[in-house]
């Protein structure tokens, strides 16, 4: 059984950092993009940013500046690098990894960023 878990959330004041990290346990073979997504209260889960297996990247307008997605193969872990950090950040962060099966979530870590 696959399993995505993710860490790395808190509290953290406006202009502060946070790295979530998120890794995959169980038998998930050849993934194919991994990526971080987050849903505020009231709004839709959206994409903050992406990875490819090749290592192309992909940002959200939002956060392109400001957050680095990283990964670690040989791990199955992704990373995501949160600096200025804005109240309007706040939300549960998600990651997913995609294979060429199916897709995975994690369960989500709450940021909360205060002003």
């Known amino acids: 059984q696959v399993q995505l878990v993710e860490s790395g959330g808190g509290l953290v004041q406006a202009g502060g950092s946070l790295r979530l990290s998120c890794a995959a346990s169980?038998?998930?073979?050849?993934?194919?993009?991994m990526g971080w997504y987050r849903q505020a209260p009231g709004k839709q889960r959206e994409l903050v940013a992406s990875i490819t297996n090749g290592g192309s990247t992909n940002y959200a307008d939002s956060v392109k500046g400001r957050f680095t997605i990283s990964r670690d193969i040989a791990k199955k872990t992704v990373y995501l690098r949160m600096n200025g950090l804005k109240p309007e950040d706040t939300a549960v962060y998600y990651c997913n990894f995609q294979t060429y099966n199916r897709g995975y979530w994690g369960q989500g870590t709450q940021v909360t960023v205060s002003s």
């Open positions: 169980g038998n998930i073979f050849s993934i194919k993009d």
